[in-house]
C-alpha cells in the first residue's frame, strides 16, 4: 500500500466516524429539537411538518455516508463521498439560519464564512479520501 492509500484510509476512517457520529446525535431529542429550529420556514414546511422528518433524513444519510466510506468497494466509497458533499451542500441553508441567530442557537451557530470555509474544507477531505 503507498502512502497516499494510506493517507487515504486514515482520512476515511476519521471522516466516516465523524459523519457516524453526527448523523447519531440527529436522533437525541435535544440536538434534534435544535436542528429542526435550524431549518428555513421555506424548507420546514407549513407549521415546520417537514423539519424533524429532514433532521431524520439527514442523520440517516449521514450515517450511511460514513458507513460507505467504509466499504471495500471503491465505487460504494466514491458515490458516498459525492452524496456527503451534497449533504452538506442541502444542509448549508439551516446553518445559515442558525448563524442569523446565535444568541437562540449558541455554539451551533457559527458565523457565515466560517461555516462556509469548513465545510469546503470538508467536502475537500471527502475529494481526497475518495478518489
Known sequence: ????AIVQLV???????VFIGMGVTH??????????????????GPDRRWAKPLVTVSGVAEILG????LAP???????????LIAL???VFP??????KDPK??????MPLVPRLIGQIVLGALLLVAVI
Not at 460514513?66 to 466510506?69: E, P, S
Not at 437562540?104 to 451557530?109: I, L, T
Open 104 to 109: 437562540r442557537f449558541g455554539a451551533v451557530a
Open 11 to 17: 482520512l476515511r476512517i476519521i471522516l466516516a466516524a
Open 66 to 69: 460514513g458507513i460507505g466510506l
Open 73 to 83: 468497494w471503491w465505487g460504494v466509497r466514491f458515490a458516498a463521498g459525492l452524496a
Open 27 to 44: 436522533f437525541l431529542p435535544r440536538v434534534r429539537r435544535t436542528m429542526a429550529a435550524m431549518i428555513p420556514a421555506g424548507l420546514a
Open 88 to 90: 452538506l451542500v442541502a
Open 94 to 99: 439551516a446553518n445559515a439560519e442558525a448563524a
Open 1 to 4: 500500500m503507498d502512502p497516499f
